[in-house]
Every structure is written in structure tokens, then in C-alpha cells.
């Protein structure tokens, strides 16, 4: 569900303060300065993705300050992921004060003090992430909050081509934590690779390529001919490569595509709307060729048979 607030429908002396408790319930407690003799105006569109908030808005210049009283009275554990669209924002937190223009990138630390400047009328999309989320992903989470990174270049170029993506399109439920899995961790090899050099910059260029591999197998899951050779194919790389990026995580590449197959299967039987398909016809429809193989994986994965599965979803429906 997408909510919406514009200042139009208050009354001019009240928009300030309407303003300020929208934003503060939407993103983190602040206080806010105008910094026109115009009327204010703000209007803004939030809504949920998977476990991040999403909102785009628009706003008069204003100063807008986070301290220990506003942190007090309204804790929220999360970073907050800005992309300027219009407008410029000076952005203090920690030891940096950095400039961001349009199409720049933002990390802001919704736990520490700070403040963003606005000298003219801006447009941003901004993402609150919970802290859990992004803090173990990062290299230097002490260091991150403060930094801005240009949109139009190396991992910066990117995140916003993907988080503009991300922003303007409403996604189906099964993709929407993937999607926001994604969205996550490209904020983490963005941050990542504009603080970092050597060897922690090799890991941020590595889980770039793992990025952009699983947005592929993500697209092409219902292909029984995705094999290793024919991703690395795709991408100009060798089939070693491949296999080396996913050795550095939880689960090699066959292994996640299998797991990703199988929740995309589990999703489709939980579905009132696919009842009337086959549990075979699920399977194939998401690659698998193999009914045994696709059966014993499946309970081996949810400790429960296809079947069964179905029918919990059925009976609790």
C-alpha cells in the first residue's frame, strides 16, 4: 500500500510542523529550518518493498537536523540510502560534510546526529534499510555514514540504474525480496568500493559480478538449459571464474540456482490463483526436468513433499 502526503491540504501555517512529523514517521525523527520566505511545500509517496521503505519526494529548501533529542524520541535502527533527482544536499554526519548533486548517492546512519542542507526546491528517492540488513555487508560501517558517491560512475552507476529501476516499478510479491536482497547488497559494493582499496575493493568488484550473475539466473530460472557454461558465456567469463565467485559465499552456484528454483516453486503451490496447475507443470515451468530429483530436493529443503506443502496452503487459506 502506497501512502501519500502533500502540504496543499494544510494550512500554510501548519505545513512546517505537518511536514516535519510525516517525514519523521516515515524515515527518522528530525527537525526542520525553512530557508524561504515562500509558503512551504512538501509532498511525498511511501511505501513498503520487502523489509525496506521506499518513498519519493519533493520539498522546499529547508535545514533539516537529526540530534541526541530527536534520536531520543524516535530510535530507529536503520540506514537511510538517498538518491538526489533534482537539487543539491550538504550532507554532515560523523567527520565528513560532503556536497551531493543530482544523480549523487547518500548513506546517512539513522542511529548518529546530523544534518542535510537543502539551499533550493529538490526531488530525491530515499530508502531506509534495517541496520541488520546492510551493517554486516559493509567494510567499514563506523566510517560509512557521511559519504556520497557520484551516480554516474564505476559502482555508483550501478546502484542508481538499478535502484531507479527499483523505485519506479511495483513489483510481484515472489520478487520482491529478491529484488530487495539485491538492492541491498549493490548499496554495500557501492559503499563499499568508494571508501576501500586493495583487497576489500576486490571483494566489492567480486560481489558486483555476483550481483549482476544472479540478476540473470533471477530472469532466466525457468530455463532447464541454464548451466554454468552457458551463464559464464554470457557474461565473458571463464566457467572457473564462476565457480570461484560463489566458492567465497554460503553455497555454490548450482546449489543457489537449485535453492532459488525451489522457492520459486514453493511460492507457485502456496498460490490460491495456480490450483488448478499440476505440481508437475510448477516444476517444469521453473526449469526442472526431473520430477525425483525435483521431489526429493524439495523435501529435503521444506520437510514436507510437494504435495503436502500444497495442501498446508490449502487447508490454512
Avoid at 530510535?75 to 538518491?83: G, I, K, L, W
Avoid at 557474461?235 to 560463489?246: N, P, V
Avoid at 559465499?249 to 525451489?262: E, G, K, P
Wanted: aromatic fraction near 8%.
Amino acid at each position: 500500500m502506497q501512502l501519500r502526503f502533500d502540504t496543499s491540504t494544510v494550512p500554510e501555517k501548519s505545513r512546517l510542523e505537518f511536514w516535519q512529523d510525516v517525514s519523521s514517521r516515515t524515515f527518522v525523527g528530525m527537525r526542520m529550518e525553512p530557508l524561504s520566505e515562500r509558503p512551504f511545500f512538501g509532498e511525498l509517496a511511501a511505501r513498503k518493498v520487502g523489509t525496506l521503505g521506499l518513498t519519493h519526494l519533493r520539498s522546499a529548501a529547508k535545514r533539516v537536523f537529526r540530534g541526541s533529542a530527536e534520536i531520543a524520541s524516535s530510535s530507529r535502527d536503520c540506514y537511510v540510502v538517498c538518491m538526489q533527482l533534482t537539487g543539491t544536499c550538504v550532507l554532515r554526519q560523523g567527520r565528513h560534510e560532503r556536497l551531493a548533486r543530482t544523480g549523487d548517492l547518500e548513506l546517512f546512519d539513522g542511529t548518529r546526529p546530523g544534518t542535510l542542507l537543502f539551499t533550493a526546491d529538490y526531488q530525491r528517492i530515499v530508502v531506509t534499510i534495517p541496520r541488520h540488513e546492510l551493517a554486516p555487508l559493509l567494510a567499514a560501517p563506523e566510517d560509512a555514514p557521511g559519504v556520497v558517491i557520484p551516480g554516474d560512475s564505476g559502482a555508483g552507476d550501478l546502484l542508481s540504474t538499478y535502484l531507479r529501476a527499483f523505485a519506479r516499478n511495483d513489483l510481484p510479491e515472489p520478487v520482491v525480496g529478491s529484488a530487495s536482497d539485491v538492492l541491498v547488497r549493490l548499496v554495500a559494493v557501492a559503499f563499499n568500493a568508494s571508501r576501500l582499496g586493495g583487497e576489500v575493493a576486490k571483494v566489492s568488484v567480486e560481489e558486483g559480478w555476483r550481483e549482476k550473475i544472479r540478476g540473470y539466473v533471477e530472469r532466466n530460472l525457468a530455463n532447464p538449459s541454464l548451466r554454468p557454461e552457458t551463464v559464464a558465456r554470457h557474461f565473458g567469463i571463464g566457467k572457473r571464474y564462476l565457480h570461484e565467485l560463489f566458492a567465497r559465499t554460503d553455497q555454490s552456484f548450482m546449489a543457489w540456482v537449485l535453492a532459488r528454483r525451489l522457492e520459486r516453486c514453493a511460492e507457485a503451490l502456496r498460490d490460491p490463483a495456480l490450483r488448478s496447475r499440476t505440481i508437475a507443470d510448477i516444476a517444469f515451468a521453473w526449469g526442472f526436468t526431473d520430477l525425483s530429483h525435483f521431489g526429493r530436493n524439495f523435501k529435503a529443503r521444506f520437510g514436507a513433499t510437494p504435495r503436502e506443502w500444497r495442501g498446508r496452503a490449502t487447508r490454512n487459506a
